[in-house]
């Protein structure tokens, strides 16, 4: 990270200027078999075009409140880089009646309905695939993302003493997630290169640190795995070696 680094759409910059070329998420879902590996270069363009289409066609603003019913998930991982890149306070596992607006994986459509703003639903398929019958209600994430343009500029400049980030019933600004991130990427271990594998869900600090603040605050990367108990006997093992991952989390 810079020193000038305070929120983490500012660590995913610093990240971008450093180098653009190395992997920054692995995701492995053990329950289907997906992988997928997105570099610095590819999140940050995703990061772009989500946080267009957040500021864009959803007109949210700084300070605006998305209930985030996602699971640990690359594209969770990029949803939250754009709420910090707009202003939106991510409030992950948060309830879509008091929300500004919702967005929502396939198992959770229902309880998000009770969200009176913008609804945005993620299939979760491989390869970042739509639904086959969009949800009644809701924009497809995978039909509208891909228009979107690959460099965002705020309209605003997002305050980094503001709420950022909702979890766990506690609250962050975001030079409070950056501290804190830093601070658990030396616990860890990490540094720059480092590859962090974590199996722990996203609905904690610790699992979003370890899933994707903590590496990226320091320099390195995550190997963000769903459905470790799936593994064969020495499955993990393997995983670690073929990773080449340096610390593990679960």
């Known amino acids: 990270m810079n020193a000038n680094d305070r929120t983490p759409a500012d660590l995913l910059r610093s990240a971008l200027a450093a180098d653009p070329a190395r992997p920054l998420v692995t995701y492995y879902d053990d329950a289907t078999g997906e992988r997928v590996e997105l570099s610095v270069a590819t999140f940050a363009n995703w990061v772009a ?113 503001e709420a950022a980030l909702a979890v766990g019933g506690a609250e962050l600004t975001g030079a409070e997630l950056v501290r804190r991130a830093v601070a658990d990427a030396g616990e860890f271990g990490l540094g720059p290169g480092s590859r962090l594998l974590s199996g722990r869900p996203y609905d904690t600090w610790e699992g979003l640190s370890a899933g994707l603040y903590a590496p990226l605050a320091a320099g390195g990367s995550v190997v963000l795995c769903r459905h470790l108990e799936r593994l064969g006997e020495g499955g993990l093992e393997k995983r670690v070696e073929t990773e080449r991952v340096t610390s593990t989390v679960r």
């Open 49 to 161: 075009k989500t946080a267009n289409l957040l500021q864009g066609d959803l007109a949210a603003e700084p300070g605006d409140r998305l209930a985030l019913l996602l699971p640990a998930h690359w594209q969770t991982a990029v949803w939250l880089l754009a709420c910090s890149s707009v202003g939106v306070v991510a409030d992950v596992g948060g309830d879509p009646g008091g929300a500004d607006l919702v967005v929502s994986g396939p198992d959770a459509l229902d309880a998000a309905r009770a969200c009176s703003g913008e609804r945005v639903a993620l299939a979760l398929r491989p390869l970042g695939g739509r639904f086959p019958q969009p949800p009644e209600g809701f924009l497809d994430y995978a039909v509208e993302v891909p228009g979107q343009g690959d460099r965002f500029a705020p309209y605003a400049p997002v305050d980094p003493d």
